[in-house]
């Protein structure tokens, strides 16, 4: 067991992880996260592009440890050489170095990371006390453990510490640069591959910035604060993960409001692979608390409370366990208040009520002024460290797709309109705009979104327009229409609100309507099932195939399709699970599946496909399936909002 960078960081945020890491039998959800794929994926990437900036870098292939640290040393008997993934070991600490630079005594050692910096800004990595600030505490931490393990095991060699990072403030000269590195699988382990060559252009400017960050690895090799609430210095702190890691013997730390986003939890398909909950034998270890407490709802799922520290503090981890002087609730002025729903979050618990709570005199008056036809929007986007297109900085925004759905006067229906650009190496934001301006103009009906999201990217491209060198000829127009809909954002110098703001279906729910069974989430992929659950109207509606069918509601990608079945226990089934699976027509033809796996359920996944169909190297199946998966995907996500609208609707009496 040895300690490396990433087993380092784990322990960094909790030393107990360390222990659960390293042994099988305990759950960890991280490992099924498809969002945090997309972005490991990012970072393989971002790795190979830095390994270009060095040609005459030699790479340590093997993953045989001692073969990797003996060639390691055989190269640094040069004076001069550059390594990647070089292994240097002390004791039982091992590292992996991005870039190793050796220039007679003085080694360089820089950290690739798939994060975004702007060199332009001079952004500070530090608090006050010269420390990392909590947005770069796990980067920083990473590169000076490195440092670390250099300093000691490459005596007496100097080494400083960089990190390698994608620079906003640059911009790709040509096309394509992203699609030159494809993830490949080779035995369960991922890797990239560069497909053709990298041209000068591709490699000038460089996108990716390395700062010295020798300073702050002398700030944290001296503090004896590490955030861990002991004190000790760094070299305590290794040695002391070190050797519990050798002993494979567990480190006891506090609970605190860091175990609600503990991966080492069981959920149910966990519970029958017999694996252990590692969070629960915590809080039975230090607060003697049964494991059978998290089978209720817990003060880590009580929604939007910064105040959980002083419950954990005093034992209390139920839910039902809180008064409402706990909570200091205060009346809201236009529906509920944050702490006016906390409290009622907390009372449905402690009184066991899985009741719905709706006000509907408030949901009533907001509805009275939509105004028809109802127009329900979703974007999916991305951002991604290497840009797809020419004269792109890293991490700008891209909206790729869109999904359209509107309701009449009448309660009609109707899947509208769509767009999906994923055709390789285009920018596709400005066309994303002009077909939603032609979408929404006809009419001055009330348009809803679903959070925050949609109202963020517009305003990327409303930005993306102001500085673009060469705009397009309707730039003015595309300009007004996106404030015309949208509302400034919180830091600008120009403010706005459109006079057909869209409206965020999200907070309609926060001011107006609760329902126990999303376990305090606000997100829609847990209010539609929740929803569902309940409405009778949508059950009846929907249980029958009317979905794209002739007389029955109007869309673009699904036919003759039933949104509502249920499962074996007569529960309804979530409709993203019921989304069409991929490849399953095409079980014999030989085709090299760049997914994970054959389904697209989640916003993670819809990006990671988006990815992908911008590598041109794909079959015209794949591609096609890919393609129709994102537009269903994308269509249910407007349906959704719509559903919630119509049980609304059907909740309050209102019939058309």
């Not at 490949?184 to 990298?198: A, D, F, M, P, Y």
């Not at 920018?427 to 979408?439: A, G, I, Q, T």
């Not at 929907?542 to 109007?554: D, M, T, V």
């Not at 033809?589 to 916003?603: H, M, P, S």
Request: glycine fraction near 6%; charge should be negative; hydrophobic fraction near 35%.
């Amino acid at each position: 067991m040895r300690l490396t960078k990433s087993k380092f960081t784990t322990a960094l945020t909790c030393p107990t992880k360390l222990y659960y890491s390293s042994n099988k039998q305990y759950a960890n959800q991280s490992i099924e996260d498809t969002f945090l794929a997309a972005l490991a994926e990012g970072g393989f990437q971002v790795g190979e592009l830095a390994k270009h900036y060095f040609p005459d870098g030699k790479t340590i292939e093997t993953l045989d440890v001692a073969h990797a640290v003996s060639e390691t040393q055989r190269l640094l008997e040069l004076e001069n050489v550059t390594i990647f993934e070089a292994a240097v070991q002390f004791e039982n600490c091992l590292v992996r170095v991005d870039v190793l630079e050796k220039s007679g005594n003085s080694i360089k050692i820089h950290e690739v990371k798939a994060k975004s910096f702007n060199s332009l800004e001079g952004k500070s990595f530090t608090k006050k006390n010269g420390l990392p600030n909590s947005e770069w505490k796990k980067y920083l931490y990473d590169v000076a453990f490195q440092k670390w393990v250099c300093m000691q095991a490459l005596r007496p060699n100097i080494i400083t510490a960089h990190l390698m990072l994608a620079d906003k403030s640059k911009k790709t000269a040509t096309a394509g640069l992203n699609q030159k590195f494809r993830i490949q699988e080779i035995n369960g382990r991922k890797s990239v591959k560069l497909e053709g060559t990298l041209l000068e252009s591709d490699l000038n400017p460089q996108i990716l910035t390395s700062v010295n960050v020798d300073d702050v690895c002398a700030n944290v090799f001296s503090a004896t604060d590490h955030g861990l609430e002991v004190e000790e210095t760094f070299d305590e702190m290794v040695t002391r993960f070190s050797r519990a890691l050798e002993a494979n013997e567990l480190i006891e730390t506090y609970v605190g409001v860091k175990c609600g986003q503990c991966e080492f939890i069981c959920k149910e398909a966990d519970t029958l692979l017999a694996k252990k909950d590692g969070r629960a034998e915590c809080f039975m270890r230090t607060l003697n608390v049964p494991a059978s407490t998290f089978n209720d709802p817990t003060v880590f799922d009580l929604w939007n409370y910064r105040g959980k520290h002083k419950f954990l503090n005093d034992g209390i981890i139920r839910l039902s366990d809180l008064d409402e002087e706990d909570i200091g609730v205060t009346e809201g002025a236009d529906g509920l208040s944050n702490s006016e729903r906390q409290w009622l979050q907390i009372q449905k618990a402690k009184e066991h009520d899985d009741t719905v709570y709706i006000d509907r005199a408030g949901l009533s008056a907001e509805m009275s002024t939509w105004v028809y036809p109802l127009h329900f929007i979703d974007f999916e986007t991305t951002m991604v460290a290497i840009p797809f297109g020419a004269n792109r900085s890293p991490y700008e925004g891209i909206a790729f797709q869109f999904s359209h759905h509107t309701v009449d006067s009448e309660g009609n229906v109707k899947h509208t309109g769509e767009f999906l650009s994923v055709e390789p190496g285009v920018f596709p934001n400005y066309d994303f705009v002009r077909k939603l301006n032609v979408e929404l103009t006809d009419d001055d009906g009330t348009i809803f979104r679903y959070s925050n999201h949609e109202n963020t990217y517009l305003n990327i491209i409303l930005r993306q327009l102001l500085e673009d060198n060469e705009p397009p000829s309707d730039r003015d127009e595309l300009i007004a229409f996106i404030k015309s809909i949208t509302k400034s954002p919180k830091k600008s110098d120009e403010v706005w609100i459109g006079e057909r703001c869209m409206v965020d279906l999200l907070e309609v729910i926060k001011s107006y309507y609760f329902d126990p069974r999303t376990n305090g989430s606000n997100s829609i992929k847990y209010v539609l099932p929740a929803i569902l659950s309940r409405s009778s109207f949508l059950q009846k509606k929907y249980s029958s195939p009317i979905y794209g069918a002739h007389r029955g509601i109007p869309s673009k990608n699904f036919t003759n399709w039933q949104w509502i079945t249920f499962d074996d226990n007569n529960q309804v089934v979530d409709p993203y699970l019921l989304l069409p699976k991929l490849f399953e027509e095409n079980e014999e033809e030989q085709v090299i599946l760049l997914t994970q796996d054959n389904e697209l359920k989640n916003g993670g996944a819809a990006l990671m496909a988006y990815a992908r169909m911008q590598f041109e190297a794909m079959s015209d199946y794949e591609r096609e399936e890919l393609r129709s998966a994102l537009l269903k995907y994308c269509e249910l996500d407007t349906l959704a909002m719509v559903m919630i609208y119509e049980a609304f609707r059907s909740e309050l009496g209102l019939h058309f």
